[in-house]
C-alpha cells in the first residue's frame, strides 16, 4: 500500500544516521519486514540515492521496526483472526479501488498469520511426548552458542526473523521451550535475517554490497557484545513481564534498542569496517 511512498521518504529523510534510525523503524513497523527494508536500502545506495552512511542509520532502525512483529504475536489476538479475515475478503473481492483491495490483502494476510500461529501452537503441544525432539531442544538449552547457529541458520532459510520468532512464541506457548533457550534463539535469528540482503547484495555494485555487509556486521557483534552478559540479559528479561510469549518479544525488541545505542555514536567505524572488507575496484 504504502510501498513508492517509503521508497521517496527513504531518499529524503536519511541526511544523518540518527534521523536514519527513525525512519528505518517506521518503514520497517509500516512493511513489517527489516528484510524488505533492507533489501530497498541496498538498492538505493547501488543507485547513489543513499550514501552508505546515512543506510547504515536506516539498517539499524530496521532492525527495531522489525521487533514490531513479535509484540503483535506476543498478543491474544485469536478473537479478531476471523472478524479480520472476514472483513479482508469482502473487501478483496468487493472493493473497487487498488486501496481498498490492498487492504483486504493486509486484513487476510494478517488473519492467517495469526489463525496460523494459533493452530501451530496447538498442535506442537504433541512433540512434549516427542523424547527425540525434547533431547534436541534440551542440547540447544545448554548450548546457546548452536542455538543461536540453529536460529540463523534456520532464519537464513525462511528469509524472515519475524516468522522465526512466531515459531520461537509458539514453542514457548507450547511448554516446549523455557526462557533462557528462546533469548538464544531470537539472537540466532537476529543474524539469519540478514541473509536476504546479502542475497541482494550479490547483484549489486560495491556500495551495495557493503550496505549488505553492514547489516550482517551489525547483528554479529550485537550478538558477540551481548554473549558474555546473557544470562543478566534473560533476567532482565524476565523482569519486564509475567508472561513467557511477552518475555520472548520484549527480548527481541531490547536487544534492538541496546545494539543501536551501543553502535549509533560508532556508524563512522562500521562504515570504514565494510568498507575496509569491501574495498572498491
Known amino acids: 500500500m504504502a510501498g513508492k511512498r517509503l521508497r521517496r521518504l527513504l531518499e529524503r ?8 534510525v527513525l525512519v528505518g523503524l517506521a518503514v520497517t513497523a509500516v512493511l513489517q519486514s527489516s528484510s524488505a527494508t533492507t533489501v530497498m536500502v541496498v538498492g538505493l545506495v547501488d543507485a547513489g540515492l543513499l550514501r552508505l552512511r546515512e543506510a547504515i542509520g ?4 530496521a532492525n527495531i521496526g522489525t521487533t514490531v512483529t513479535a509484540q503483535l504475536v506476543a498478543l491474544d489476538l485469536d478473537y479478531v483472526v476471523i ?3 472476514a472483513v479482508g475478503l469482502v473487501l478483496l473481492e468487493a472493493g473497487r479501488q487498488e ?8 486484513l487476510v494476510g494478517l488473519g492467517l498469520i495469526f489463525g496460523g ?20 531442544l534440551t542440547n540447544l538449552g545448554r548450548r546457546p552458542p548452536a542455538a543461536i547457529a540453529a536460529a540463523a541458520l534456520v532464519t537464513g532459510v525462511m528469509q524472515s526473523s519475524s516468522a522465526v520468532t512466531g515459531m ?3 514453542l514457548a506457548d507450547a511448554g516446549l521451550l523455557q526462557l533462557p533457550e528462546a533469548v538464544a534463539l531470537v539472537l540466532g535469528s537476529n ?3 540478514t541473509a536476504t540482503a546479502l542475497l541482494a547484495g550479490l547483484a549489486a555494485g560495491v556500495n551495495g554490497r557493503r550496505a549488505a555487509l553492514v547489516h550482517l556486521l551489525f547483528n554479529v557483534l550485537g550478538v558477540t557484545v551481548l554473549m558474555p552478559f546473557l544470562p543478566q540479559f534473560v533476567r532482565l528479561v524476565a523482569f519486564t513481564s509475567p508472561d513467557l510469549a511477552r ?3 520484549n527480548a527481541h525488541t531490547l536487544f534492538n534498542l541496546m545494539s543501536v545505542a551501543l553502535f549509533l555514536p560508532w556508524v563512522g567505524v562500521l562504515e570504514h569496517l565494510a568498507i575496509a572488507l569491501l574495498p572498491g575496484f
Open 117 to 136: 500461529l494459533g493452530i501451530m501452537s496447538r498442535n506442537l503441544v504433541g512433540l512434549s511426548q516427542n523424547a527425540f525432539f525434547l533431547s534436541l
Open 247 to 249: 518475555q520472548i518479544a
Open 83 to 85: 472478524p479480520a479475515g
Open 58 to 61: 536506516v539498517i539499524l532502525g
Open 99 to 106: 486501496g481498498a483491495r490492498n487492504l483486504g490483502r493486509l
Open 168 to 170: 520461537i512464541i509458539a
Open 13 to 20: 529523510l536519511t541526511c544523518s544516521p540518527a534521523r536514519g
Open 191 to 193: 543474524i539469519g535475517t
